[in-house]
């Protein structure tokens, strides 16, 4: 294998060389606490404050509403059952959709066993949800709205200034829950704009480190605590701070932020590419998701009829491309993925879904091998298939 072209950021991404670099100082010599009231103590805390800056400043946010967490994970728990436990005296009803991630659904899951009700919102064959019904399923029990702001599997981009504007016009205080982290930077949303109380963000989406990520909690917001323990820095999540992971997150982001137009635009032309090259190269396959500009820059998701997709991600794998096979969280599942489901893809077909997700640091060359070795792969494993009309 003499190339690798990593086309499965969608699930996981490098960690850019400024990010490293940015870090390395607070693994080796800046490794005071927080909290320490010492120089190296008061360096770290100053490192995070100025980490907390960044992201704030990022979607338009204040440093103070910004909680760093282990990932997008824990803060859509903290954000949701933070909200349902602390407002619970006045409703007891959840609105999110059906193609949310897992680390939301489950939340979501958890809670209707504790008594709550939880709304689920369909979509349409794009992946988009229906605002009408959104409408209709509001009422003055409904204490939370969590809707994602890109879909991670099939990149659908929801409308969460106009979810916004209809939760700002009620007469009751509905909060609005954005899990962001398949969309922060590359799908640009500033929580003012779009009255967004809380957003959960993810470092190793965006070129950061793992095991580090934020919650954005709007000043106001009645939150929970669903954690306990000491507390460094936030009573909400209490615990010692990953710093290094914190300052190589705001690293990410601040990289991300420069010519940020630049790169969402040169990455939306690769993802065009390489649908365009797609469909002109290989019958029977179905784009997952809308095209243009509802779509995550990044993101392509097809499904190859008559043919597992796992079949082909071994095959690309062996050339040395790498791609997902369905949802990036829940590869080893043998049931069709719950967002292509709920789009309406007949299971059948839903098996032959590959994800390629593209980050700045792919090529215009990483698309065309792609599309050099894709076709003939699909070809030979459909002879295979009994499925096959090519059988």
């Known amino acids: 294998m003499n190339r690798i072209v990593y086309l499965d950021n969608g699930a996981t991404t490098m960690v850019a060389p400024e990010v490293l670099e940015a870090m390395t100082p607070y693994l080796t010599t800046e490794y005071g606490h927080p909290s320490s009231i010492h120089i190296l103590g008061l360096n770290a805390r100053d490192a995070l404050n100025r980490s907390k800056r960044t992201i704030a ?8 509403e910004i909680i760093f967490t282990s990932g997008a994970t824990e803060a859509d728990d903290l954000a949701i059952r933070g909200i349902a436990y602390a407002n619970r005296s006045r409703g007891k009803h959840i609105i999110t959709t059906k193609v949310e991630h897992p680390s939301v659904l489950r939340v979501c899951e958890g809670l209707q066993k504790e008594g ?14 229906d605002l009408d019904e959104l409408k209709a399923r509001l009422d003055e029990e409904t204490i939370l709205v969590s809707v994602m702001l890109a879909n991670d599997e099939v990149g659908t981009i929801q409308p969460v200034q106009e979810v916004g504007a209809i939760l700002r016009g009620l007469g009751h205080k509905v ?6 982290a398949a969309g922060f930077t590359m799908v640009p949303m500033d929580v003012q704009e779009s009255g967004v109380d809380l957003a959960s963000l993810s470092a190793h989406k965006i ?11 709007r000043e106001g917001t009645n939150l929970f605590n669903v954690g306990y323990g000491y507390v460094s820095t936030s009573s909400l999540r209490p615990g010692t701070e ?5 300052v190589g997150f705001a690293k990410a982001v601040e990289v991300a932020l420069e010519n940020q137009e630049e790169n969402i635009r040169r990455v939306a032309e690769l993802r065009d590419l390489l649908i365009e090259g797609i469909e002109g190269r290989i019958p029977d396959t179905i784009l997952n998701g809308p095209r243009g500009a509802g779509r995550s820059p990044g993101n392509v998701s097809f499904c190859f009829r008559y043919v597992e997709g796992e079949s082909i991600l071994l095959h690309l794998d062996l050339l040395g491309i790498a791609v997902s096979s369905g949802s990036s969280c829940a590869t080893h599942k043998l049931e069709p993925s719950h967002v292509l489901t709920a789009i309406g893809v007949p299971p059948q077909d839903a098996h032959g879904n590959i994800r390629f997700t593209l980050s700045r640091y792919n090529t215009r060359e990483d698309v065309e091998y792609v599309l050099k070795v894709l076709p003939n792969i699909v070809e030979n494993l459909r002879r295979m298939s009994p499925l096959s009309r090519h059988s």
């Open 57 to 64: 400043k990022a979607m338009g946010a204040e440093s103070g």
């Open 175 to 180: 909060y609005f829950h954005v899990d962001a």
């Open 207 to 217: 070129h950061g480190p793992k095991g580090v990520g934020a919650l954005y909690v």
């Open 116 to 129: 709550l009700k939880v709304d689920y919102l369909n979509v349409d064959r794009e992946g988009f949800i």
């Open 242 to 246: 990953n710093l290094p992971g914190i």
